[in-house]
C-alpha cells in the first residue's frame, strides 16, 4: 500500500511556505517596483544596464597549438615548467563558509581524512563547507530550496537547468554584484577579470544587473563521443553522410551491443537533439529572422534530425532502454564498449573519465554529419554561482573565493584546485601531470570546487597527448561552422515561469517520435502545443530583449 | 480509535474503555480530564501530529486559488480565485492523467486487490509451521525494497537489453517490447504493485483469518463440506467484514496509485499513457513552478477521495457491514 508524497507532500510544502512568509520583508528591499507580478522584473530590456566585468586575459604558457575565435581551444602537451602565482592577497579570514553545489561524483571524503580539503582550506583561510547535490536530484533540490527560502548557503551554485522562478529567486534573495565587478570593478580580482565575455553574456543580467560569476566551458556544448578503435575495426570513416551515419551505427549494433546510447534526462528538453540538429543545419535553439525570434522545432531541418533518430531506433542501433537508464549507467556503458557512442556534454572530456576508459580504446570525437552542419555551440558557462546577501566585506571574501578558484592554467592556484597537492595527489614528470590513485577519491570531481570556481577551459589532456590532438583537430573542422544560440542571456517572463513545461512537451514529444510511439508528422501538433503553452509568447519577449541588447 | 476495538461475542473480559455513565459516578468534564490524564498526554504527541501535518496542512489549500510563488509567500502572491479550476477542467493533459488514473486504478482494483486474500488463504492452508513462516518471511521481503530497486530489477529483466531478451536474442528468436510498450504499461505496473506488496498486504488477512472459529470448520466438515464449500460458507463470511473494511480504505484512496512508481517509468512510455494525476501534480508544481494549478488539481482529487470514501462506507453499511466509521 504505497501512499502518495505528492499531494501531501506539496501541501507540507505549502505549511513550510507559510513558515517562511517571516523572511518574506527581505523581499520589499529589492523588488522591482512591484506591479506586473514578479516576473517582469527580470527581463532587461527598458532598463538601465550595467556594463559586462572588463576583459582582462591572463597572459600565460605558450600552447603547443593556439585557439582562436570561433571557440578552439589553445592546445597544451606539455605541463608548463613554472607556475605563476594569480593571488597574493589572504583570501579568507577563517570564517565558515557555506556552500551547495551540483556533483557528478561520488560524496566527499570527510574533511578530518581529505587532505585536498583541507589543502583547499588552507590555502583559502576558510573553514569551507560543501553540500553536494548529486546531478540526477539538483532540480528537485533547488526548487525546494528555493521555496523554502530561508536557511540558504553562503555560496548557491546554479547549473543551466532551466529552474522555475529561479532568476525571481536570484533577484530577492541574493546579492546584486554590480558594484563589485561590473567594468573596470572586475579587475580588483584578477582572475575573474580573466573570464572571456562570452561567458558574462551567456550568464545575462537580471533586471539589468549583475548578480552571479559564469563556471566557463569552451564553445563545443552536447556532442558525440566515440569509441574510436571499435570504428576503426569497422572501417568507418571520420567524416560521414547522413547515409555512412546510419549505416554505421548499424553495423555497430547487435550481439547485445548497440551503437549509439541516449539516457533519461536528455530527454527533458532539447538535449537528445542537439547532434543531429547541428549536423543537419536547424540553428542552434533560436535564429533571429528580420528581429522575430524563431524555434528550432519549427524548420524543416529538425524534422529531418528527428527522422534521422527515429531511423536510429527503428534499425535496432540504440541502446534500447535509453530512456530510462541514467546519465551515469549510459556513461559505464560506453566506457565498458556496450554502447560505441554517447551524446554527453563536452565536459565530460576529462582525465578521471579517460581514466574509465584506461586503454579500453581510443576516444574520439563524432564528426557532423550533414552537408551544412551548425554545431550547437554552448552558452559559453557550465552555470554560475551567486551569494547569499551579505554585508559587502563579507560578498568581498566570497568574490576572492571564487576568484582563487577561478585561477587560470598555468598558475599554482590552478594546480592546486584541479590536481591537488603534489607528491599526494599527484606527482610530475616529464610527460607532465601524473594523478595518483588518491586522486581517484580526493578531487574536485569528490568535493567540487570547480563549481564554485572555473578558470577558463584549455585542452590539456595529461598521459593523453592523442585523445587531445584528436579533440583539437575536431574543433579546427566543426567549429569553424557552428552556431550560438542567439537568446543567450535574453530573459523572458514567460521562459522564467513555463520554461520547465515547455520544455517538457519538446522532451516528451521528441521522445515519442524518436521511438516510434507517434508518427513523424504528429512533430506539427507537438509544437502547437509548446506555441500554446508559451512558445509564441517567449519568442516575443525574446524579440524586445534582443532589439534592447543591441 | 473505535476500528481497533475488537466485537467479542460476551463482552464480559473486555476492559472498561468507557465507563456507563450512571447518575451515581457522573463526573464533571474536570473530573474526567483529571481521570484520564495519563492517556490524555499519552495522546498528545499524535494529536499535535495530526494538528500540524494534517489539520495545519489544509490551509496551504489556499495555494489552489493563487497564482503561488514560492519565495514571496501566500500573502504576496496574486489572488485568482477558481481560474486554476476553469483552467483544469479545460485542460487535456488533466483529463488525460485522470483517464491514465483511472484505468490503472481499476486494473489495480481487480487485479492487485484480490490477490493478497488469495495468497493469504493458501499460506493459511499450509499446515507446516516452519514452512509456512518461510513462505511468509519471503514474500514479506519485497515490501522493504524501495521503488527504484524494483522497476530497475524489473528493467534489468525485461528492458531491452534485460535479460529475457537477452536469452531470446542467444535463441535467435525476436525481441519482446515491455518496457517501454504503451499497450503493456498497465499490465506492467499493476505486475509491479502484485510483486512488491502481495505478500505484505496478506497480513490483515492472515489475522483476520486465525480468528474464525476452529470448531466451525469441524462442524462443517462432518456435515460433510469439502474444500471449497467451507471457504465459501465458514471462512469467507467470518473475514467479510475485514475484507469490506480494506474494499471502503482502497476506495477512499482509489485515485491515489501511488507516485514514485509511475514517477520513475512516466518517460519510458511517454504522458500519453505514462502520466497520472500525481506525476502530473509534480511535473505541473514541482518542475513547472506552477504550484498554484498544481494545489487546485491536488485539492480536486482530495475532494473525489473523500466523496468516494463517504459513498463506499454508506453502500457497506447498506450491506449490513460496519464499514470504516458509523456517523
Redesign the interface.
Known sequence: ????????G??????A??L??AA?PL?SACGSGGGG??SGGVSNAGKQLVPWPAYVPFAGPKPDAPGDAPGVQPLYLKYPETLTQSVTDTVGDGSKVTALVVTFGPPPAPLAQNRYWQAINKALNVDLQITVVPDPEY??KM?TL????SDLPDIIMFTNLA???SL??IQ??CADLSDHLAGDAVKQYPNLANIPTYAWKGMGRIGGRIYGVPLERPTPANSLFVNRTLMDEAGIPKNWTTEQYLDAMRELSG??K?GLGWF?TL?SGLGGITYHAGSLGAPNTWSVVDGRFVSTITTPQFEQALDVMRKLVEARSV???S??VSSTDMQSHFYNGTVASIQDGFGSLSVTNLAKIGDRFELDMGYPYGPQATPWQSAGLFGYVTFKKAAPERIKLLLRICDYLSAPFGTKEYELANYGVEGVHFTKDEDGIKTTDLFETESNLSLPTRYIGAAPAVLYLPGHPDTAKAVHEWQKASLPGSVGNPANGLRSATQV??G??MN?ILG?GI??IA?G?KPLSAWQDIVKQWRQAGGDQWAEELAKEYAASQ | MSMTRVRSGAGATSPPMEKTPTPATRMGPLGRIRADRVLLVIAVPGLLYFLVFHYGALFGNVLAFQNYIPFLGVSGSEWVGLAHFERMFGDPEFWNAVANTLFIATLQLVFFFPAPLALALLLHSIVGDTVRKFVQSVVYLPHFLSWVIVIALFQQMLGGAGVVNGWLSDLGAGSISIIGNPGAYGPLVVAQLIWKECGWATIIFLAALSQVDEQQYEAAAIDGAGWGRRLWHVTLPAIRPVIVLLLVLRLGEFLSIGFEQFFLQRQSVGPEVGEVLDTFVYYTGFAGGDFGYAAAVGLFKGVIGVILIYTANKVAHRLGEQGVYKA
Open positions: 500500500m504505497d501512499n502518495t508524497i505528492s499531494r501531501r506539496l501541501l507540507r510544502m505549502a505549511g511556505g507559510a517562511g512568509l518574506a523581499l507580478g514578479a532540480g528537485q526548487t528555493m521555496a523554502s527560502g529552474l522555475p522562478h525571481e529567486f530577492a534573495q550481439d547485445r548497440w533519461k530527454f541502446y534500447p532502454d530512456l530510462t515561469s513555463k520547465a513545461q517538457q516528451d521522445a515519442a521511438f510511439r
